[in-house]
Antibody, heavy 123, light 106 residues
Framework: QLQLQESGPGLVKPSETLSLTCIVSGGSITSTYYYWGWIRQPPGKGLEWIGSMYYSGSAYYNPSLKSRVTISADTSKNQFSLRVNSVTAADTAVYYC???????????????WGQGTLVTVSS | ETVLTQSPATLSLSPGERATLSCRASQSVSTYLAWYQQKPGQAPRLLIYDASSRATGIPARFSGSGSGTDFTLTISSLEPEDFAVYYCQQRSDWITFGQGSRLEIK
């Protein structure tokens, strides 16, 4: 059974870099069938897609965040990571990692999610 | 960017009633639309993909319809566990989500 688990600091200072890791179990991030992505949700608000990556290293990002975001994979540990630079209070959110299909049914539709982790940006 | 607008913001119904939630896209997304359910403190759960296909394990009381710019999620007879927030998501033009519709117990 596929499971995703986010990990990382719950508090980040303004202007610093937010770094999170998603540990995947019960499946391989090197599968050719799936993208691995990040979605966030500010407290009490809706969902925002951040970006998705393929195990080979190619990634695509929400245009509104592209200049500050990097998603990368560590295939040896079966995990992938998110970095958001120059954070502000507006980046405070629950961050989810999730899987979506590359093609066919469930293409770019998130069928497995982590439980989410709250990251607060504050000094 | 394709904007998804969901209505109503809040729907108050009783168990056993029929729920109809709407999602309108600012431009055509064909049938590249999904629906998710989110309960407090939980991650979203995929219900419907490609506008009308139920995801694995989703009860038959959930159905989706629509194409182009207008989509509907219908819950035929509400169960107590169906009261939650529902989001639509399109994948035609990057990936965007609607702002959500809250389904609450009347």
């Amino acid at each position: 059974q596929l499971q995703l688990q986010e990990s990382g600091p719950g508090l980040v200072k303004p202007s610093e870099t937010l770094s999170l890791t998603c540990i995947v179990s019960g499946g391989s991030i090197t599968s050719t069938y799936y993208y691995w992505g990040w979605i966030r949700q500010p407290p009490g608000k809706g969902l925002e897609w951040i970006g998705s990556m393929y195990y080979s290293g190619s990634a695509y990002y929400n245009p509104s965040l592209k200049s500050r975001v990097t998603i990368s994979a560590d295939t040896s540990k079966n995990q992938f990571s998110l970095r958001v630079n120059s954070v502000t209070a507006a980046d405070t959110a629950v961050y989810y990692c999730a899987r979506s299909a590359v093609a066919g049914t469930h293409q770019q539709t998130f069928d497995h999610w982590g439980q989410g982790t709250l990251v607060t940006v504050s000094s | 960017e394709t904007v998804l607008t969901q209505s109503p913001a809040t729907l108050s119904l009783s168990p056993g009633e029929r729920a109809t939630l709407s999602c309108r896209a600012s431009q055509s997304v064909s049938t590249y639309l999904a629906w998710y359910q989110q309960k407090p403190g939980q991650a979203p759960r995929l219900l419907i993909y490609d506008a009308s296909s139920r995801a694995t394990g989703i009860p038959a009381r959930f159905s989706g319809s629509g194409s182009g710019t207008d989509f509907t999620l219908t819950i035929s007879s509400l169960e107590p566990e169906d009261f939650a927030v529902y989001y639509c998501q399109q994948r035609s033009d990057w990936i965007t989500f609607g702002q959500g519709s809250r389904l609450e117990i009347k």
